[in-house]
T-cell receptor, first 115, second 110 residues
Framework: ETGVTQSPTHLTKTRGQQVTLRCSSQSGHNTVSWYQQALGQGPQFIFQYYREEENGRGNFPPRFSGLQFPNYSSELNVNALELDDSALYLC??????????????FGNGTRLTVT | EDQVTQSPEALRLQEGESSSLNCSYTVSGLRGLFWYRQDPGKGPEFLFT???AGEEKEKERLKATLTKKESFLHITAPKPEDSATYLC???????????FGGGTRLMVKP
């Protein structure tokens, strides 16, 4: 069974630039979520995709956007990068949208540094 | 607004010294409390899900318990390899969004 994989593992961008992060879901999982984890803090929910549509969003501005593809892989796009966007971006996959026995399984994240 | 608070922020134990980590939460309509382990530079690794007060789950040296307002992660006779950050999270209402606490950083010295 292949777990959740994310690319790239590390990335450095300049303020104002745009970035795309990628995620491949665990085999058999059809729901993908993205979280932002600042250093020393717990992850914060950005949004979730199910059947290629966004079906939940946290308190993040519209410059954070995403896509889910038919093979359940996903992208997170961030426009107009700000210094505070520097964080570990985690992708998590699961089965269903509100299933009792469906914990999130996380990838190892992409460490984004904005200078 | 959902709130999840973990304590202590950091905990140093000697190998074999048992202890407990606390996770307090305020949500309306809990649909699961989750414990994860996170090693440096890695993503969170799923440990347990608890759904109702009184429920307990065990895995090796770890036992998680749940009441109506908090959850405890008990660590019995810890080993250095148990050193990690332990995160708890709650799921509330429809959807699959998790609200995480800030984590407890556990260090077990040999």
């Amino acid at each position: 069974e292949t777990g959740v994989t994310q690319s790239p593992t590390h990335l450095t961008k300049t303020r104002g630039q745009q970035v795309t992060l990628r995620c491949s879901s665990q085999s058999g999982h059809n729901t993908v979520s993205w979280y932002q984890q600042a250093l020393g803090q717990g992850p914060q929910f950005i949004f979730q995709y199910y059947r290629e549509e966004e079906n939940g969003r946290g308190n993040f501005p519209p410059r954070f956007s995403g896509l889910q593809f038919p093979n359940y892989s996903s992208e997170l796009n961030v426009n107009a990068l700000e210094l505070d966007d520097s964080a570990l971006y985690l992708c998590a996959s699961s089965t269903g949208t509100a299933m009792r026995n469906s914990p999130l399984h996380f990838g190892n994240g992409t460490r984004l540094t904005v200078t | 607004e959902d709130q999840v608070t973990q304590s202590p922020e950091a905990l140093r134990l000697q190998e074999g010294e048992s202890s407990s980590l606390n996770c307090s939460y305020t949500v309306s309509g809990l649909r699961g409390l989750f414990w994860y382990r996170q090693d440096p530079g890695k993503g969170p690794e799923f440990l347990f899900t608890l759904y109702s007060a009184g429920e307990e789950k065990e895995k090796e040296r770890l036992k998680a318990t749940l009441t109506k307002k908090e959850s405890f992660l008990h660590i019995t006779a810890p080993k250095p390899e148990d050193s990690a950050t332990y995160l708890c999270a709650v799921r509330e209402g429809a959807g699959n969004m998790l609200t995480f606490g800030g984590g407890t950083r556990l260090m077990v010295k040999p």
